[in-house]
């Protein structure tokens, strides 16, 4: 699984990374995979509104946004910590939550559902100079529609009013506990979850499908991951477009080989399709084989038709975990 870290302060090593950072040390002492977008580092234009994610759910915007949607969709947790400025977040990550339009767009005007979304979570670690008791209102309600968008439920929040001078956040004499029992309490429904790698010969088809399959149907019970042996450039265009026909958004997805996810997590379950001898070998990992052609150049009648194996046998590996 992978805890994404959004740090939404422009100030290096400040009060805003302080927090982020011990909240993401608590995740890690777990072993849990994180990753951390410090966003004012990155090139991230605001929103033109040119209405192209509207129409087609995507951005022709060409900026690190293109790296940041794949973040958004193979996340498990989301954690947004920013400073407060007038009430909300600084420009830069005004504009990463501006351009998560796109997946709002995929999700209300495309009608998608992002196969992540029934245990996606998120939460706001928020710090402000002042004492007023409205102070993080707005942020709040950004947030909540920020989470919203990119297919993750609002899980609560820590805030913290008058952190202005380094240091402050360090001193407080409860952050430390608070992180603790925070993070302990949104990591604890994943944690007894069977990490299973879907395996294909190019993560094209039908390593996607499965794991997309297994996160969709039961994201509660299956950690999913998916690899390639000999890893593709792109998917396949005729899977995104089958899967679509379910109801299921495929976008963003990137092949990867299984060598990359293993070097990461441990599975403990592997099921492999077709990457005959390059096949992983984890000691300690169960290997079972499902017989599903190669759909990668056929039609788009193969390719549903495996679609469907694939979704039959992910119901009757839920039903056996």
């Not at 293109?66 to 947004?80: C, G, H, Q, S």
């Not at 977040?89 to 351009?99: M, V």
């Not at 944690?191 to 299973?196: E, F, N, S």
């Not at 084989?289 to 039609?299: E, F, L, R, T, Y």
Request: include cysteine.
């Amino acid at each position: 699984m992978l805890v994404l870290g959004l740090m939404g302060s422009p100030r290096n090593k400040g009060n805003t990374d302080f927090l982020l950072s011990s909240f993401m040390n608590e995740v890690e002492n777990g072993g849990i995979r994180t990753h951390v977008i410090e966003v004012a580092k990155k090139k991230i234009l605001p929103c033109m509104e040119y209405s192209v994610c509207e129409k087609k759910g995507t951005c022709p915007i060409d900026d690190d946004m293109n790296e940041i949607y794949p973040l958004f969709r193979e996340a498990d947790i989301i954690v947004l910590a920013t400073p407060i400025f007038f009430y909300s977040a600084p420009a830069q990550a005004k504009a990463l939550i501006d351009r998560s339009q796109t997946l709002w767009a995929r999700k209300y005007r495309l009608k998608l559902k992002d196969p992540g979304y029934k245990t996606r979570k998120g939460f706001l670690l928020a710090l402000g100079a002042t004492k007023g008791v409205n102070l993080f209102e707005g942020m709040k309600l950004t947030a909540k529609y920020f989470f919203d968008a990119v297919d993750a439920s609002f899980e609560g929040s820590l805030t913290y009013r008058r952190i202005e001078k380094r240091g402050d956040m360090k001193a407080h004499p409860s952050v430390a506990e608070d992180i603790r029992e925070a993070a302990g309490n949104i990591l604890k429904p994943y944690l007894t979850r069977k990490k299973i790698l879907f395996a294909c010969r190019e993560n094209a088809c039908r390593s996607q499908m499965a794991s997309a399959f297994a996160r969709y149907i039961a994201g509660d019970k299956i950690d999913a991951l998916n690899g390639g042996s000999i890893p593709a450039d792109a998917v396949n265009p005729l899977m995104v477009e089958a899967m679509q026909e379910k109801g299921i958004d495929m976008a963003f997805r990137k092949p990867k080989s299984i060598e990359q996810v293993i070097s990461k997590e441990k599975p403990d379950i592997i099921i492999t399709m077709g990457c005959g001898e390059e096949c992983p070998i984890v000691p300690g990992a169960k290997t079972e084989n499902w017989d599903i052609p190669d759909p990668a150049g056929k039609s788009i009648e193969l390719m549903r038709n495996v679609r469907d194996e694939i979704e039959k046998r992910v119901i009757e590996l839920k039903n056996l975990i």
